[in-house]
């Protein structure tokens, strides 16, 4: 059974910095790509980076571009969101979620999320 | 205003067959996959669709996904009350470097 477990989530003000985890269990990791989704409070899913099986594809959406950093340690089974120079539209559930082959394509199974606050 | 865009609500009763639109251009889901999710209330998403119209396992067959150019539909035949959620839609979007882009979601009522 696939599991992916965020954490890192939490209370932050303007400007700062903020690292996400995901650790992965269930599968093969290193076979799969891997993607981060958020979901402002009341809001719809919007996809915020994704990362091919060897770091060799790495895609960003327009709003986070240059603040945001994706990557993974295949070796841990983990996937991570570097945050940099948060705002308050930042606020929202992160999602880790696994692509359906190695390459970019889109989700398939979903974390629960992890929550991220941008507040002074 | 999201990239991909669906209607904003949806209703029908138990047993009808609803669907759910989901319309974009030429460089997201006129030339690559387009994927549906369900998201029931305080819940994760969960897929639906993926490719166009393949059902992964454990998700019933009233749920099909079609599309047609730049624009596709997920079907629910036999609507059912714990159908009610919020569906979106997804694809690749293949301008500047590429990047993921979902529809601003369509609230379903079972009346």
């Known amino acids: 059974e696939v599991q992916l477990v965020e954490s890192g989530g939490g209370l932050v003000q303007p400007g700062r910095s903020l690292r996400l985890s995901c650790a992965a269990s269930?599968?093969?990791?290193?076979?799969?790509?891997m993607h981060w989704v958020r979901q402002a409070p009341g809001k719809g899913l919007e996809w915020v980076s994704g990362?091919?099986?060897?770091?060799?594809?790495?895609g960003y959406a327009d709003s986070v571009k240059g603040r945001f950093t994706i990557s993974r340690d295949n070796a841990k089974n983990s996937l991570y969101l570097q945050m940099n120079s948060l705002r308050a539209e930042d606020t929202a559930l992160y999602y880790c979620?696994?692509?359906?082959?190695?390459?970019?394509?889109?989700?398939?199974?979903w974390g629960q999320g992890t929550l991220v606050t941008v507040s002074s | 205003q999201s990239v991909l865009t669906q209607p904003p609500s949806a209703s029908g009763t138990p047993g009808q067959r609803v669907t759910i639109s989901c319309s974009g251009s030429?460089?997201?889901?006129?030339?690559?996959?387009v994927y549906w999710y369900q998201q029931l209330p305080g819940t994760a998403p969960k897929l639906l669709i993926y490719r166009n119209n393949q059902r992964p396992s454990g998700v019933p067959d009233r749920f099909s996904g079609s599309k047609s150019g730049t624009s596709a539909s997920l079907a629910i035949s036999g609507l059912r009350s714990e159908d009610e959620a919020d569906y979106y839609c997804a694809a690749w979007d293949d301008s500047l470097s590429g990047a993921g882009v979902f529809g601003g979601g369509t609230k379903l009522t079972v009346l």
């Open positions: 030429s460089s997201n889901i006129g030339s690559n996959y």
């Open positions: 990362i091919s099986w060897n770091s060799g594809s790495i």
């Open positions: 979620a696994k692509d359906t082959h190695d390459s970019l394509e889109l989700p398939v199974d």
């Open positions: 269930g599968f093969t990791f290193d076979d799969y790509a």
